[in-house]
Every structure is written in C-alpha cells, then in structure tokens.
C-alpha cells in the first residue's frame, strides 16, 4: 500500500513501520496519525507479524506535533489541544503499549515532545549516539502529553521527571541510558542493523509469552504487591497453556531448537 507519510515494510516476521516526513523532522499531521494507526492495527491482528520496529527517515526521529497543522490564530478562541491528544496521540500510546507483541523503537536524531514519549511507549528503545531526547511542551507552555507524566517517572524518577518536564533540556542518548529512561545507545551506522538483528530474534521466541510479560510490567507499576502476585498467577496459568510453553519443554528435553509460533 502506498503511504504519504509513512514506509511500512514485512520482513522475516517484523514490521517495519517508518516515519517519512524528514523536511518537517518526522511531526505528526492527520495524515501521518492515521497512516500510522492503520498500521499498528493491521499488525496487531497479523499473526505473521511477530515483532514491530519503529524508526524515522532522515535527521530526526520526531519532532512531535506538526505546529504548521494547529496554527493558532491569536484573533481567535483558544483551540481545544485536549481533542487532538483524545482522537489521536491516546489512541496511539494505547496501540503500542496493548501491541500483543514487541515494539522496538530505533530513535536516531531528536526526539521531542510528543515525539520522545512515542519512543518511551516501546518495549525496547534503542538510540543512535547522535539522537536525543527532549521534553519540549514548558518552552510553549504545555503539559508532557502522550504518556509523558506517566512514563518519565517511572523510568527515572520523580526528581530527575521534574526537570525533564520543567527544564526541557536536551537529554543525548548516552544520558538517557544512564537515566533509565532507554534500553541501548549504538553508534549511529549501527542503529537500524541492531534494531533490525533484535526484532528479527524476537520474532523467533514465544511472543505469547513475550506478550504477557509486557502485560505484566504495565500494570507493575499501578498494582500493590498482593495485586501483582495474583495477575502473575493468572497470567503463568495462560503462559502454561499454551503451544509455546509445550514446544519449549520439548525442545529443551530433546536438546533442541524450539520452534515458536506465538500462541
């Protein structure tokens, strides 16, 4: 299918879904919203699709929001910024943190505002040594949207979330390693080779099971103790059902290669 803002590939079991508005540093317009989600959609329901990479064409990975798209007429009355967040930037968090299977996010360039919370929804975000992350809505007086109240202090903290979203400084990508807010930092000519080698391995493991661990670490960070023991509980009783965990045994019983099939 051809797209106008975005490339999406299938290869050896991974979608590739890249951003393609390099002149305007990758920002979201209502056409890259909805080419997107299309996508996602598609892929989520793809059993053949067994892991999803995210990456950008060009100098940028995101720039966020397309300003030029939400012109604010200082003549007029305020515009509604929640709608746009309800019809499109929610929707698209919940897309790739439900996604019943990895989503690597392979960040080269800036990252910014709604930009770098879509990077911190992945799985697993890898980062070119040149790429960057910034927390850009305080310098246009905004909230971090998109996630980023409830991503930036559950993977650093909440002082180090505090000056990210107040301060809006650019965080380079060996930092943001050290802060915990990405998984990896490779050499900028590395990057869509690792990306690619790691999605391309995940797509060969039990993505079932792949997908509740994921489940289970979302909701870690808004259960007690008690709440977590028992979706453990329910979730290993899923796990142990299925194909996956059958093939898995056999194989390390017969010495092996398990072959998985994601269910």
């Known amino acids: ?20 508005r390099p002149k305007q540093l990758n920002s979201f317009n209502e056409t890259m919203h909805q080419e997107v989600s299309q996508t996602l959609k598609a892929w989520a329901k793809d059993s053949n699709i067994r892991a999803v990479v995210i990456s950008a064409e060009g100098r940028g990975f995101c720039a966020g929001q397309d300003l030029g798209d939400r012109v604010v007429d200082p003549n007029a009355d305020a515009p509604d910024l929640g709608l746009s967040i309800e019809k499109y930037y929610n929707p698209l968090i919940k897309l790739i943190t439900e996604m019943p299977k990895p989503v690597i996010c392979a960040v080269n360039g800036v990252a910014a505002g709604a930009g770098a919370n879509i990077a911190l929804a992945c799985d697993v975000v890898i980062a070119a040594q040149s790429a960057s992350f910034i927390q850009a809505f305080c310098r246009l007086g905004l909230v971090p949207d998109s996630g980023g ?16 979203a107040m301060l809006g400084d650019k965080i380079p990508a060996e930092k943001a390693v050290q802060l915990g807010m990405i998984w990896q930092c490779v050499a900028d000519e590395e990057l869509k080779i690792e990306a690619a080698k790691m999605a391309e391995h995940l797509a060969t493991q039990p993505t079932y099971g792949l997908s509740l661990i994921k489940k289970a670490i979302n909701a870690a960070a808004d259960n007690n103790l008690d709440e977590q023991l028992i979706l453990e509980r329910d979730l290993q009783r899923l796990a142990g059902r299925s194909s996956d965990y059958k093939e898995g045994v056999q194989a390390f019983m017969q010495k092996r290669t398990p072959e998985f099939r994601g269910c």
């Open 1 to 20: 299918m051809d797209y106008q803002t975005i490339i999406a590939e299938e290869k050896n079991a991974v979608g590739y879904l890249t951003f393609n």
């Open 149 to 164: 109240t409830w991503f930036l202090p559950r993977l650093v903290g909440r002082a180090q979330a505090m000056g990210l």
